[in-house]
């Protein structure tokens, strides 16, 4: 008989690497071709977003019980319109879909809840070498945090989502009573409310394939006419990027002088010209849900960590905030515990490191406006995780109340800088969302806010980290 294949292969193993090495080179052609045929920029990332939304949002819509008509009516640079009218609404079946919906996201919550769980009773049992003790034993490590996770307690789910629960309970009545119900609130004074809501829900399914297409977005719902204002409102952001992007490319190619306020990053210490060498027990501390940001940045630990967390230094609130990330009514206090030994070069005989593990730092800020969000206060909270000679841990808990469905969840993200010796250190920066009462049916889409805004902040702050190493080395 004939050889298959495999034995063929199996019994002459050059001619299936030669055979592999041919398939190999082909995909490698035809995704270099794929990679030199895209334009990834942000304009035709909004014409793919955009066409694919005209064409999914229908289908996706009418699985639901409801009938729209759509156009694209805006579309320029990253942003564009997409205008939706409702023509009919399959009561029962949105009900239905509705209901189920609801029953999702609640398990969906558990689930987290049980990880986040299982995740805090191991991280207790690794710092206590085998003895699982409970928060309450940390008073002052975790008073802060815990005080804020039982204020979002006292929070009322949003008002879609209360709406949703008010649906999904119609689901359990008859049709007879339910469907007239609603029906009733939709034409007599709840049209718009039940328009947007309705268009809402479907954003989880948006985000989703957003994200597996490997792609960030902001969206919006909002009236039609508020779609003036939000033309402007692109146009001016575009029309600023466009101006930041030219002086980036200007201070590059030294055309332009950039903006150094002075030798904020403080002097430079000579330890840190140094090898690294890692305590024997050293445990690098995890990241958070998604890393978004990844650095080495030519600058020493012992200099950067007392930039960043030193009660003298400025240069996290001029250099940072102020003049690149264009914050305002800014505020920042002390730390909870040994403020004026944080940060410090080398730490005084007497005063023990590993007492600063815990200490905390609150400050707000006014963050600027933006086409989807208006300027809004943000208000963080600072903990140190780690602190010795080798890495530096800081996490933050920040509340942006201001912002659409900002009384539901809590932005952590962590900062992890490394000594890799001879004035270098490595940054990694990490995010992860909490929805202290489970996420709302727009969490797909928070999450993703959340991911673009941090990285952007992990940049700048990268970013400004080597500009003022580059002037003041």
Request: one cysteine or more; a neutral charge.
């Amino acid at each position: 008989g004939t050889l298959t294949e495999k034995q063929r292969q199996q019994n002459h193993p050059g001619e299936a690497f030669e055979w592999f090495r041919a398939v190999a080179q082909l995909k490698i052609v035809q995704l270099a071709g794929i990679a030199l045929a895209s334009d990834f920029t942000p304009r035709r990332i909004a014409i793919q977003l955009s066409n694919d939304l005209y064409r999914l949002l229908g289908p996706t819509l009418k699985s639901r019980g409801v009938t729209i008509q759509t156009e694209i009516e805006y579309r320029q640079g990253a942003y564009f319109v997409l205008a939706v009218n409702i023509e009919e609404i399959n009561w029962r079946l949105f009900m239905r879909h509705t209901n189920q919906e609801v029953r999702d996201r609640r398990r969906r919550w558990r689930e987290s809840m049980a990880r986040r769980n299982d995740a805090l009773t191991k991280s207790l049992i690794n710092r206590n070498g085998g003895d699982a003790k409970s928060e309450a034993d940390y008073p002052e490590k975790d008073f802060g945090w815990r005080v804020l996770r039982i204020m979002h307690r006292f929070y009322l789910p949003s008002f879609y989502d209360c709406i949703g629960m008010c649906l999904s309970g119609l689901y359990y009545i008859h049709w007879i009573i339910s469907v007239p119900i609603c029906m009733v609130c939709y034409h007599l004074f709840l049209g718009q409310v039940m328009k947007r809501y309705i268009l809402t829900s479907t954003t989880d399914d948006i985000f989703n394939y957003v994200e597996k297409k490997g792609m960030e977005m902001n969206l919006s719902v909002t009236d039609a006419q508020q779609q003036a204002s939000f033309m402007l409102a692109a146009l001016r952001e575009m029309r600023n990027d466009e101006r930041v992007r030219k002086k980036k490319k200007a201070e590059a190619e030294g055309e332009e002088e950039v903006t150094i306020l002075g030798p904020l990053l403080g002097s430079a210490c000579k330890e840190d010209k140094d090898a690294a060498s890692p305590p024997p027990d050293f445990v690098p501390p995890d990241n958070l849900e998604d890393v978004n940001f990844e650095m080495e940045v030519p600058v020493g630990f012992r200099r950067l960590r007392w930039a960043i967390l030193h009660k003298d230094s400025n240069f996290m609130e001029l250099a940072v905030m102020k003049t690149e990330s264009k914050h305002e009514n800014i505020t920042i206090g002390e730390w909870s515990k040994h403020n004026d030994e944080i940060g410090l070069h080398k730490t005084p005989d007497g005063v023990d490191e590993a007492e600063f593990i815990g200490a905390a730092m609150e400050s707000s800020y006014l963050m600027p406006s933006s086409a989807f969000v208006k300027a809004n206060m943000a208000y963080e909270t600072a903990t140190i995780v780690q602190y010795n000679d080798h890495c530096l841990c800081i996490k933050k808990q920040t509340r942006t109340p201001d912002v659409p469905y900002g009384g539901t969840f809590i932005a952590h993200t962590q900062i992890v800088i490394t000594n890799t010796g001879n004035n270098t250190c490595k940054i990694v920066c990490s995010v992860e969302a909490e929805f202290p009462n489970g996420p709302p049916m727009v969490g797909r889409q928070i999450k993703s806010g959340m991911r673009a805004g941090t990285a952007d902040a992990f940049v700048i702050f990268g970013e400004t980290i080597c500009k003022y190493s580059d002037a003041f080395p």
